[in-house]
């Protein structure tokens, strides 16, 4: 039996490398958290602006406004309030990007850093298993929205599958269906039944992404900015111009506040806009790694300033004039396209609201690649180096997201998705710590060989594995904000200055994670280099030329090179050409020549 078990692992092994093999016990790396060569390094400043003018172009920053009219804000309070969070986090995704975009590590190895070897894997785990959650919701979402396609396509014949699953299910055959397969005891449609299965479900038109390593990416999201946003523009032409040429934007307002009540609820919205955009603030190092060059990332801001409040402001135009048209607003665009469907059941509608809910879903794809499954892939392989690599985690993260049921967690409780939204609560501490250790703490300097070493030698072995500073931090910055889940779960089971708090959970748990961390490094300040060079300097990011590598240290990577006063040091250079070059300078400072 135990030679069985031990078969078992070595096939689901990866290939061990050096570093591997020398460790005993838990293994820290393996070719995906270890830095990525230069040859990996594809992403240039067209890749990051289209990745994050993409992502916005997706359903649910386009439903984002739904629950602020609700508070009786105008339509051009959201719309200010989502320029402003906008802005906000323009500033927070690009001071995040600096270090995994200099160092060329992903999530997993860089919240080493702050937390701690050790410390780092509740923080990982942390984030994958809400990816894991998210992800399965998108995959749903898109599912509603092959439901639409299938109905163009197949007309009553689809609508009027026979429903075998009982009520309590949380969903109907034939969303089930459309989500990933199947109804085993259903007659009708026996014929396009592998038609609908290979080239409409939802489930069957995502998986092959999972196969798409990170650094191979970029096309994906480009092409996504190509296809999504013409058809969505269009999407909003159509519904100002079948409402007589006007957006109606008056008719999504149901009360109005003025006073203090316009001040929180203007700072809920902030709050709110600013949540939707969490996950790209978080997991930009998973991308930002493979940059060929820092200042490259500055692109990341324009494209967020610029999609996030227009997707807002598009997806009020097109309720209000759902509205107009039709008498009911609909935040989801899966129900508007069915109120198309219902009231326009003509060749040409029926061609139109398929390949817009098309684009929808490859939109709503794109946006599970890098928001959820490449975080999950990061993740596991973090958490079990030895077995996953990130594209087996971007699978497993797949099957699990079926696995979890969406359609039964979505339908069983509202609850649910409040619960998701408190993420907020955990990360946001997190994020902030990151910012704060790279850009103030240690100005910039990383040691690649203690990321990836456990022991006493690592700099960021700091107490057993934990970084305890990190972790008073992150807890001030929960505690301050979490209580108010409680009343988001229950409303009225909290005051208002708690319900307030919470409302406003992004800024309050990122400043206060991120200045107490601060004030505590004041006060016990962590070691910045390894004990083998204890009087080397700290000036900002004196270690990034040489990548976070010492002469003396072991098991530097082969494209690094150290020799003398080079300053083209980040200049790719052929094997023989770097050694050339050694040998005219000869040796002296710490500049690098990649090969």
Known sequence: MSSAISRLKRFVQLEQTEEMEKTKGMAWTNKDLAPNPPETRRWNAWSFFLFQFSISFSPTTYNAGASLVSLGLLWWHIFLAAWVGSALCCVLVLLNARGPSRYHIGFPSFVRISAGLRGSLFWVFIRGVVAILYMATQTLYAGYLMDVCLRCVFGYKWMNIPNTLPASAGTTSRKLLAFFILCKRNPVLVGIRILVLIAFSAGFIQFPFMFIHPSKTSKVFAAKSFI?????????????????????????????????????????????????????????????????????????????????????????????????????????????????????????????????????????????????????????AGLFPRYFSIVRGQVLCAILAICVVPWKLVASAAQFVTFLGSYICFICPILAIEIVDYWFVRRGNVHIPSVFSPGPKSVYWYWHGFNLRAYAAWIIGVVLVVHGVANALHPGSLGVASTRLYNMGFIVSTLAGGVSYYIICRFFPPQIMPDTHPEEPTTWEHLAPTEGYFPDDDDIPDYILFCGDDVQARTPLSDTEAREKNMKLGEGSLNVVEV
């Open 228 to 380: 999504v946003v013409p058809s969505l523009f269009a999407t909003m032409g159509w519904a100002i111009a079948a409402s007589g040429g006007s957006a109606h934007l008056d008719k999504l307002v149901v009360t109005t506040v003025t006073g203090s009540q316009l001040g929180w609820g203007f700072m809920q919205a902030l709050n709110s806009t600013i949540s939707n955009v969490l996950p790209p603030l978080v997991n930009i190092a998973d991308l930002a790694r493979y940059a060929q060059n820092p200042r490259q990332t500055w692109t990341i801001t324009y494209g967020l300033f610029i999609s996030k409040p227009i997707v807002i402001l598009m997806g009020m135009v097109i309720a209000s004039c759902g509205k107009h048209l039709y008498g009911t607003t609909y935040w989801n665009l899966w129900d508007f396209f069915n109120a198309v469907l219902d009231n326009n059941w003509n060749a040409g509608a029926r061609t139109l609201v398929f390949l817009a809910c098309l684009t929808q879903v490859y939109a709503t794809f794109v946006t599970n690649i890098s928001s959820n499954s490449i975080p999950v892939g990061c993740d596991l």
